[in-house]
């Protein structure tokens, strides 16, 4: 239970490279298990939630390493090459671990028994169990199938054609995962776009893959051949040092070898409405994922901003560090249809709303989203993480303008996405 200190900063200068993406590096293990051959990952997130993801593989019999130069390599065993566990999967923290393996597990004919930390006991699961049944899942769960652990007795999926309640890239993963195993052809309708980087790897693999506006079909039965990735620098880690550079004074940051896949990188959208300037330079293609540099300096004004419908579901990991940044805006910031916010590794709007009062400003907490009143000179004091990578860091920031220090408690939670954050924070700093 690390605290940190933070005092208000006179500038955040230099070049900085945020950690490889989460997603794709979780997705990079599952799929490459699944295929057939050797792939080599490289720039892996070394971070506690995908090596959740890394151990579970290992239980299910995958020979994963790691050689000397950090690349990491998968002898895949194809659709039905795993075997079935001698232990329990502990998926740790990780919410994409547990709910795209479920997908997996589903089709496959052994007993699978998937737990995890406190924290993602109370992370619902309905919302994949739901259709895994319909496709002929033999699931049961905690409280009635809604809560972790999940028990799994892999059996023959059918295809279904399934309309999400909600936009979720992990539900809409853990579907298709099942669709591989599944006679004929699987849809998935979202309400938005989610994050596609299942649609993109696995389709670089041979599964067959089709995307029609807010539907996904996938073809039951494919051979995946290993491909060799690269992951990108993750864009919601690079938001922290983006928000840095726009609040404290006398900054330029250029953060390198960002991924701008379209699907993320909502709050860039959000950015230019609030009238910041940022550039994108750089840009090019390295796995099928669009990277490029990142260039943004301090912002004279900001301006606040309603946000509400399709953009929300590629902003919603970056929530947290917009509403520090609606806090320095002029006028009201107001963001609605964020509900799924209340199930991440916290209730990311409530916890929100009260370190933002902590800090000194005004907030109103609505059941799917806030207001935030802008232009607020924040006070330093102590504030909480409440267990959550994304609040820790964007209380960090935060503390970057805030008169006098900031204490924030557990603060090493940062290392869940971001390990050596405070670090790099640091070495910005002038």
């Known amino acids: 239970m690390k605290t940190?200190?933070?005092?208000?900063?006179?500038?955040?200068?230099?070049?900085?490279?945020?950690?490889p993406d989460k997603s794709i590096s979780h997705r990079s293990i599952m799929f490459a298990s699944m295929a057939e051959g050797k792939s080599i990952v490289r720039n892996f997130l070394r971070a506690e939630?995908?090596?959740?993801?890394?151990?579970?593989?290992r239980t299910l019999g995958i020979p994963i390493t790691e050689v000397a130069t950090g690349e990491i390599t998968i002898e895949g065993k194809g659709l039905n090459g795993l075997t079935e566990p001698f232990d329990v999967i502990d998926c740790g923290n990780s919410g994409t671990t547990i709910r795209l393996i479920s997908g997996l597990l589903a089709g496959n004919p052994?007993?699978?028994?998937?737990?995890?930390?406190?924290?993602?006991?109370?992370?619902?699961?309905?919302?994949?169990i739901n259709p895994l049944k319909q496709m002929g899942a033999l699931i049961s769960a905690r409280g009635g199938d809604k809560y972790p652990p999940l028990a799994i007795k892999g059996s023959a999926l059918k295809?279904?054609?399934?309309?999400?309640?909600?936009?979720?890239?992990?539900?809409?993963?853990?579907?298709?995962?099942?669709?591989?195993?599944?006679?004929?052809?699987?849809?998935?309708?979202?309400?938005?776009?989610?994050?596609?980087?299942?649609?993109?790897?696995?389709?670089?693999?041979?599964?067959?893959?089709?995307?029609?506006d807010l539907s996904v079909s996938v073809k039951g039965n494919p051979k995946l051949h290993a491909v060799d990735v690269t992951v990108p620098a993750d864009f919601s880690s690079?938001?922290?040092?983006?928000?840095?550079?726009?609040?404290?004074?006398?900054?330029?940051?250029?953060?390198?070898?960002?991924?701008?896949?379209?699907?993320?990188?909502?709050?860039l959208n959000v950015l230019a409405d609030m009238g910041a300037s940022i550039k994108i330079e750089n840009m090019r293609?390295?796995?099928?994922?669009p990277i490029a540099d990142i260039i943004c300096s301090s912002a004279e004004r900001l301006k606040a901003v309603k946000i509400a419908g399709d953009i929300v579901p590629s902003l919603i990991d970056e929530f947290p560090?917009?509403?520090?940044?609606?806090?320095?805006?002029?006028?009201?910031?107001?963001?609605?249809?964020?509900?799924?916010?209340?199930?991440?590794?916290?209730?990311?709007?409530?916890?929100?709303?009260?370190?933002?009062?902590?800090?000194?400003?005004?907030?109103?907490?609505?059941p799917d989203g806030i207001d935030i009143n802008g232009n607020t000179n924040l006070k330093g004091g102590p504030v909480e993480?409440?267990?959550?990578?994304?609040?820790?860091?964007?209380?960090?920031?935060?503390?970057?303008?805030?008169?006098?220090?900031?204490?924030?408690?557990?603060?090493?939670?940062?290392?869940?996405?971001?390990?050596?954050?405070?670090?790099?924070?640091?070495?910005?700093?002038?």
């Not at 933070?6 to 070049?15: D, I």
């Not at 939630?49 to 593989?57: E, H, K, N, Q």
């Open 4 to 19: 940190v200190e933070l005092t208000k900063s006179k500038g955040l200068r230099g070049e900085v490279s945020p950690p």
């Open 110 to 128: 052994f007993l699978s028994i998937l737990t995890g930390d406190d924290s993602l006991k109370q992370r619902p699961m309905a919302r994949v």
């Open 238 to 267: 690079a938001a922290f040092f983006i928000a840095g550079a726009l609040l404290v004074p006398n900054s330029e940051i250029v953060i390198k070898d960002v991924g701008i896949n379209q699907t993320r990188t909502g709050l």
């Open 49 to 57: 939630d995908p090596l959740s993801t890394i151990r579970a593989f």
């Open 385 to 430: 993480s409440y267990g959550d990578h994304r609040i820790a860091m964007s209380l960090s920031i935060a503390a970057l303008i805030a008169q006098g220090t900031t204490v924030l408690n557990n603060a090493s939670c940062a290392d869940i996405s971001f390990p050596g954050f405070y670090e790099k924070l640091k070495g910005l700093e002038t």
């Open 321 to 366: 560090i917009l509403c520090i940044l609606a806090s320095q805006a002029d006028g009201v910031t107001e963001i609605r249809g964020a509900q799924e916010l209340r199930v991440k590794e916290s209730d990311r709007i409530k916890a929100m709303a009260i370190e933002l009062a902590k800090l000194g400003v005004e907030v109103r907490e609505y």
């Open 285 to 289: 293609e390295i796995s099928g994922e």
């Open 159 to 212: 295809a279904i054609d399934y309309t999400m309640p909600i936009a979720s890239a992990q539900v809409k993963s853990c579907v298709i995962m099942a669709g591989l195993y599944a006679d004929g052809t699987t849809t998935i309708t979202e309400p938005q776009r989610s994050r596609d980087h299942t649609e993109r790897m696995l389709s670089a693999m041979g599964a067959g893959i089709k995307v029609q």
